[in-house]
């Protein structure tokens, strides 16, 4: 079945980078658009970025822009987030979803990666 | 860039109707494909509507949605409501300046 399965969940100091993973399976990879979106505890969902598997282009919220870079790995179909220089605003549960246009839905939402930034 | 902004939170009884509204901020609402949300607490976000007012297989069709282009907003609007359909829901649309955005969210409570 068409699934998203992300890494599990990390610790990290203020300062540090975290890289989260989205292994993608039971679809063509290279035929949707994959996503990163976050939700802090107890607040709302906040688009990061897309990245285009097919070509590997990428686009980041402004909010980000700097800090935060999208790659893909084709021969693994699994996509990763790295976000750089962290706080304590970042602790978040972060989801990889994938479009298949810029238009449609986000269809399928991996399970989470829950990220806390923390001394 | 716009913006979509939803009442924080609404409530009514099972079995009744209730409308959860999306408001955006500047352009057309008709301009871009509305989709909505439902996630449920400690799950992903699924979802109930797309494209302003499809449904995906195998969500109700208590569930319903639409735009009006007189006060710039989308509607999400869930018929016989049941206890199950307690949750946060998301109105999202596209921002043609290759950026996706999102609601803040509205918690309906079933009480």
């Known amino acids: 079945q068409v699934q998203l399965v992300q890494s599990g969940a990390e610790v990290k100091k203020p300062g540090a980078s975290v890289k989260v993973s989205c292994k993608a399976s039971?679809?063509?990879?290279?035929?949707?658009?994959m996503h990163w979106v976050r939700q802090a505890p107890g607040q709302g969902l906040e688009w990061m970025g897309i990245i285009n598997p097919s070509g590997g282009s990428t686009s980041y919220a402004q909010k980000f822009q700097g800090r935060v870079t999208m790659t893909r790995d084709t021969s693994t179909s699994t996509v990763y987030m790295e976000l750089s220089s962290l706080r304590s605003e970042d602790t978040a549960v972060y989801y990889c979803?994938?479009?298949?246009?810029?238009?449609?839905?986000?269809?399928?939402w991996g399970q989470g990666t829950m990220v806390t930034v923390s001394s | 860039n716009f913006m979509l902004t939803q009442p924080h939170s609404v409530s009514e009884s099972p079995g009744k109707t209730v409308t959860i509204s999306c408001t955006r901020s500047s352009g057309s609402i008709a301009s871009n494909y509305v989709q909505w949300y439902q996630q449920r607490p400690g799950s992903a976000p699924t979802t109930v509507i797309y494209?302003?007012?499809?449904?995906p297989s195998g969500v109700p069709d208590r569930f319903s949605g639409s735009i009006d282009s007189s006060s710039n907003s989308a509607s999400l609007t869930i018929s016989g409501l049941k206890t199950e359909d307690e949750a946060d829901y998301y109105c999202q649309s596209y921002d043609s300046s290759n950026h996706w955005v999102f609601g803040g969210g509205t918690k309906l409570t079933v009480l």
């Open positions: 494209e302003d007012n499809q449904r």
């Open positions: 979803a994938r479009t298949l246009n810029y238009e449609s839905a986000f269809d399928i």
């Open positions: 039971g679809y063509t990879f290279t035929s949707y658009y």
